[in-house]
């Protein structure tokens, strides 16, 4: 069975595609993945009804806004995690963003999501580099970067919250 949205990119392994609001289960799972608080931070997602308002203001929005976000992957039928680009303030060029829920985890599934999107959006919207942002001890994390090609330019400060800034070239 295919996912229920039109597919953006797909391989042997995974597909991925844009988020609906369908996935409301998906994100309140995802969001409220002890990782995902320790890492990314609570984004006070604890009902259904939340996490379809996190879809719409999220991902949705910046589809219209943007013309790229974040996106679901999966396996067969089934939701894994996120990835995408994010546009910050803060940055000169759009990060990478990614996670992937527990059980799914060490399967190679986020390294490969991650080359796939980044394949995808180098060629449709012509970037030649990307940061990603990760916390200090996401040492996971850092390893799908490395093993991406991305190197480690420095620790920002973003109000307060510290993380490693890496990039690479596309």
């Known amino acids: 069975m295919m996912p229920p949205e039109p597919l953006l990119i797909t391989n042997d392994v995974l597909w991925i595609r844009?988020?609906?609001l369908n996935d409301a289960a998906f994100?309140?799972?995802?969001?409220?993945?002890?990782?995902?608080l320790k890492n990314i931070g609570d984004r006070d997602v604890h009902d259904l009804s939340q996490a379809r308002k996190f879809i719409e203001n999220g991902p949705l929005s910046t589809y219209q806004e943007k013309?790229?976000?974040?996106?679901?992957?999966?396996?067969?039928?089934?939701?894994?995690?996120?990835?995408?680009?994010?546009?910050?303030?803060?940055?000169?060029?759009p990060d990478l963003g990614y996670a992937i829920l527990p059980e799914f985890r060490n399967k190679g599934l986020t390294y490969q999501a991650c080359a796939l999107l980044?394949?995808?959006?180098?060629?449709?919207?012509?970037?030649?580099?990307?940061?990603?942002m990760v916390s200090p001890d996401n040492h996971a994390s850092v390893g799908v970067l490395k093993k991406l090609g991305f190197i480690e330019k420095q620790m920002i400060d973003n109000d307060g919250t510290k993380s490693r800034l890496f990039e690479v070239r596309l």
């Open 18 to 20: 844009k988020f609906s």
């Open 27 to 36: 994100v309140l799972a995802l969001v409220n993945d002890p990782d995902w």
């Open 67 to 93: 013309g790229f976000g974040l996106y679901v992957f999966g396996t067969q039928n089934t939701p894994a995690g996120m990835v995408g680009l994010l546009q910050r303030d803060y940055l000169c060029k």
């Open 118 to 132: 980044l394949d995808f959006e180098s060629r449709r919207m012509e970037i030649d580099s990307v940061y990603a």
